[in-house]
């Protein structure tokens, strides 16, 4: 699978951005997904994921009651919707899919594909 995220850009603090995956090449309903950041000097950091089917999600405590993941398998699509951005929230985000597994994965190393990062920057 073929993945291309898009939606990046700089915005001001506490303002929205939405971020969006595209899948290409096999349906992305075959596979977790998951949004991950990297900030400059940082470690890659898990942001979220969702379930093949939407029914369950899991965000990282810095984005929970900020950040909301969501898909649409009928257009192979995943997406991340930001509120009351921060200007720590700036980094790299890149989005990623993952075989199904139980529990949704929250190490990087567990995503086997992975989009090309958009840039979020957020001015104070």
């Known amino acids: 699978v073929q993945l291309q995220a898009s939606g990046g850009g700089l915005v001001q603090a506490g303002g929205s951005l939405r971020l969006s995956c595209a899948a290409s090449g096999r349906s992305s309903s075959s596979y977790v997904m998951g949004w991950f950041r990297q900030a400059p000097g940082k470690e890659r950091e898990f942001v979220a994921a969702?379930?093949?089917?939407?029914?369950?999600?899991n965000h990282a405590d810095s984005a929970k009651g900020r950040f909301t993941i969501s898909r649409d398998n009928a257009k192979n699509t995943v997406s991340l919707q930001m509120n009351s951005l921060k200007p720590e929230d700036t980094a790299v985000y890149y989005c990623?899919?993952?075989?199904?597994?139980?529990?949704?994965?929250?190490?990087?190393?567990?995503?086997?594909?992975w989009g090309q990062g958009t840039q979020v920057t957020v001015s104070s």
């Open positions: 990623a899919a993952a075989n199904a597994r139980k529990v949704l994965p929250i190490t990087w190393g567990l995503y086997e594909y």
């Open positions: 969702i379930s093949r089917s939407g029914s369950t999600t």
